[in-house]
């Protein structure tokens, strides 16, 4: 077995007694260090019992499954799932104790003195975006449904495992929760690098996610396993092209981040700036509005000519909100906050929601239009050639530098 493959699955199935039809028959794939790889397919396929799989959660019947070239039935169960993080809805938290016991309850069955687990615990909060003072010693229920999802997060990475399972881990959030709580993910994973195996029904999500997507049929038969590229531009069936759905070219919006266009820049002004001031602005500039930040350049509002009336002394309230993105962020979720506001740009901001640029529709149709083209060039270079070579997985690195790629 190579070096690179962390999880491997080879003919695996599973028959619960009673039942004519195996939940799962005869899967085999392999999973690649560092790479996140989503199972999706309809309710009840069998997605969520072959993830289970990869920790004994659910034994096997037939088949072998490896982890890091270990057979995981070699295995004692309690400690093989030690070493893999387990994310769920919610959560999954034990309501009755503290953030920190929950974080800290793997290390303490691994024999983690004291000192060490709060040291652990500060750290994962700090990186999943949670100020220890403030949260360590709340209870679940003290907290909102994303911030009981970090928490779960930071309680599966607490023992540092090399392998992370998720199951829907953010399908009982808000829209907007969950697409903060999917860009704060891929950002984590850029610095952690973790085999994930990651379970959704959400399409949309897969492609966001995956570094590769296994879509399942009925017993977790695997109709096509690839990169989101190739699914969107290829899928292998009807089935696949059925499950993908109407507007693929719009679902291609999925595949490219907002950091990897360039930037405009917009004309930045506190609330305590004075209308006529601004109002000569737009006048000189043609510019069609101004943004109002706050002291530590977050954005506030558009302002714009109609906005700005002679009575007011200020800028304080007036204007749209204004949308924000990040730069992990996709074309899909730029579009969407642009819509939603109805003023065809979004503004671009860091970890801490503060201004960076300013994407608008015209950059973004030009981005659509560049993996238009890209694509058409793909598809005549895999018609000419006589064989196929499937693209590398995707990665999921930083942005290049600040302001996006120029």
């Known amino acids: 077995m190579s070096d690179d493959v ?19 028959e ?15 397919g309809p309710s009840g396929c069998g997605k969520t019992t072959t993830m289970k799989m990869i920790n004994r959660l659910i034994e096997p019947s037939s088949g072998r499954i490896t982890l890091d070239g270990a057979d995981v039935t070699s295995l004692n169960p309690t400690e093989l799932r030690r070493r893999i993080g387990y994310v769920i809805q919610q959560g999954g938290l034990f309501p009755h104790m503290s953030v920190a016991t929950n974080i800290g309850m793997v290390p303490r069955m691994l024999g983690w ?45 607490a023992a540092d495992p090399p392998v992370m399972l998720m199951d829907e881990p953010f399908g009982a959030t808000d829209p907007l929760t969950r697409e903060h709580l999917q860009n704060e993910f891929l950002r984590l ?4 690098q973790k085999t994930i195996v990651f379970v959704t029904h959400d399409f949309d999500e897969a492609i966001k996610m995956g570094s590769r997507i296994a879509v399942l049929g009925e017993r977790s038969r695997i109709r096509q396993f690839d990169t989101p590229e190739r699914l969107l531009a290829a899928p292998a ?24 266009i360039a930037y405009d820049e917009a004309h930045l002004v506190t609330s305590q700036e004075s209308p006529a001031a601004v109002l000569r602005h737009l006048d000189e500039s043609g510019d069609w509005a101004v943004l109002t930040v706050d002291g530590e350049r977050r ?59 300013v994407l608008g529709i ?10 238009r083209e890209t694509e058409r060039s793909r598809d005549r270079g895999v018609a000419e050639a006589s064989y196929y070579r499937p693209p590398m997985p995707r990665t999921l690195a930083a942005p290049a530098q600040r302001g996006g790629a120029r």
């Open 6 to 24: 962390m999880i491997s699955l080879d003919h695996v199935s599973k028959r619960y007694r009673g039942q004519k039809v195996p939940a799962v």
């Open 26 to 40: 005869n899967v085999s794939m392999t999973i690649h260090r560092g790479e996140i790889v989503v199972l999706v």
């Open 113 to 157: 003195d004291r000192r060490r687990i709060d040291a652990r615990v500060d750290e994962l909060l700090d990186l999943v975006g949670l100020e220890p003072g403030q949260f360590r010693n709340r209870l679940p229920q003290q907290l909102s449904g994303g911030q009981q999802q970090r928490v779960g997060v930071a309680r599966a990475l």
């Open 189 to 192: 994973q850029e610095k952690l």
């Open 237 to 260: 069936d009807e089935t696949v092209a059925q499950f993908i759905g109407a507007g693929a070219s719009l679902k291609q919006l999925n595949l490219r981040r907002v950091g990897s």
């Open 299 to 357: 954005p506030l509002r558009w302002v714009g000519p109609r906005d700005l009336r002679p009575e007011r002394d200020t800028l304080d309230g007036v204007g749209i909100p204004a949308p924000t993105v990040e730069p992990r962020a996709t074309l899909r979720d730029a579009l969407d906050a642009m819509l939603t506001c109805g003023c065809g740009a979004a503004v671009v901001v860091d970890d801490a929601g503060r201004y960076r640029g």
């Open 362 to 371: 015209d950059r973004l149709m030009r981005a659509i239009t560049e993996m």
